[in-house]
């Protein structure tokens, strides 16, 4: 198979919601690969600058010297060239695949960054009251798909953690560190009980095993940030 | 935090940038709306859409070199269907696809989706692991850079203006490098990025006339490989006339109070 003896590396970070990602999908695959971590606050390594240039960020994947950019595309990737080994990320109708692909699109453009900037605390008090209603409003569709698209099973990819599990699953972190900033409950039961249950389904999880950051973790970071 | 940019990978055509209530009819009625594919249509095979939308024409390509026929909706986006809101109840944007039954939104998705249910000819994204994930960066990038920087040119002056004419230059000029000498993006064959990034060519001639960058000058390969596509069907019956475009984006600059 073109997949074996190939050295895997992955250049990224701890904190990286999109890092998380590509841990997430290789762990499913049971593949063995080289962490490199990028460190956050020093320079760029010439490694990243050469292998990312177009921009110049994490997470990259170097599969036998070649590089890979852009989270969804390398979990995909992972998906299409180990997939005799570990289960399918990506599911196989085409519907169910625009579906998947929808909603990730709809999470790293409405939920995903809103969630992160609100932790940062960044933007004025207009603007975070404004990204609070789009979290919320985008954790109420999200709620109603998850319903719809798992067909009652465990996760949106069905029995198994799948594509849209992990591009929603690896703002988690994030999410529960915005929870702990603000003091506010986000995936509330009450408001949003799929979630809420699909949230910690996810986070028990064989391949999110020690990839998705405890809350505390990242609000250290934050305050780490904030002094720089 | 060096983590990768919260950009949105996938950028549809938003609704906010055609509020144009009362000059909607006066558009329509300046300028002729091409001819569409509206003959017979295969059985539940409908695209909603809006003319000048690049991202409307994106699936328009993909349709015609799969030969797919289907049913063209025109969408008067001041005043959207039913069937519009019903299936894109999400962001209630151009373009659908509707496929029988189901519904599918967002340009690329769809054309991936198009790929995979008509696998029989012309593939649009090649067999391969490591040349997949390519195209779809590029076409990714495409997304988040083109559409962007390029509105920019149209809509914007002075300094921010200056800022997307800066954006828009580096983008095409990494296209260029991208492009290098091949004959399409994908190389030998259509594909994603080309598919991507060929409805933009009819805004050449409207960023060039209200910034002045010629994607000629800057970005030669690219002009070249523009006009490449042109000679392709599925193409050169979907694309507007760049003068078309332009007075659209003249109309619209009004509407927007931008003069």
Known sequence: ?228 | MPAQSPLPSIKAWPLSRFHFIKHYVTILSLLETKDRRTMGGQKGVKLLDFWVSPFGQRVRIALAEKGVEYDYQEENLAAKSELLLKSNPVNKQIPVLIHGSRSVCESLIIVQYIDEVWSDKNPILPSDPYSRAQSRFWADFVDKKVYVSGSKLWKLKGEEQEEGKKEFVETIKTLEAELGDKKYFGGEYFGLVDIAMVPFTAWFYTYEAYSGISVEKEAPKVAAWAKRCKERESVARTLPDPEKVYDFVGLFRKTLGVE
Not at chain 1, 212 to 225: A, N, Q, R, S
């Open chain 1, 1 to 228: 198979m073109a997949a074996a003896g190939k050295e895997v590396k992955l250049i990224g970070s701890r904190p990286s919601p999109y890092v998380a990602r590509v841990r997430i999908a290789l762990h499913l695959k049971g593949v063995e690969y080289e962490f490199l971590h990028e460190e956050v606050f020093g320079n760029k390594s010439e490694l990243l600058l050469r292998s990312n240039p177009v921009y110049k960020k994490i997470p990259v994947l170097i599969h036998g010297g070649q590089p890979i950019c852009e989270s969804l595309v390398i979990v995909q990737y992972i998906d299409e060239v180990w997939a005799a080994s570990g289960p399918a990320i990506l599911p196989a109708d085409p519907l169910d695949r625009a579906v998947a692909r929808f909603w990730a699109a709809y999470i790293d453009d409405k939920l995903g960054p809103n969630c992160v900037a609100l932790a940062l605390r960044l933007g004025d008090e207009a603007s975070r009251a404004e990204s609070k209603e789009q979290l919320f409003a985008g954790l109420q569709l999200l709620d109603e798909a998850l319903g719809k698209i798992s067909n009652g099973k465990s996760f949106f990819g069905g029995d198994a953690v799948g594509f849209l599990d992990i591009a929603f699953g690896s703002y988690l972190g994030w999410l529960k560190a915005l929870e702990k900033v603000e003091g506010i409950k986000l995936l509330d039961e009450s408001r949003f009980p799929r979630l809420a249950k699909w949230a910690e389904r996810f986070c028990s999880a064989k391949a999110a095993t020690d990839v998705i950051p405890e809350p505390d973790e990242l609000v250290e970071f934050v305050k780490l940030l904030a002094h720089r």
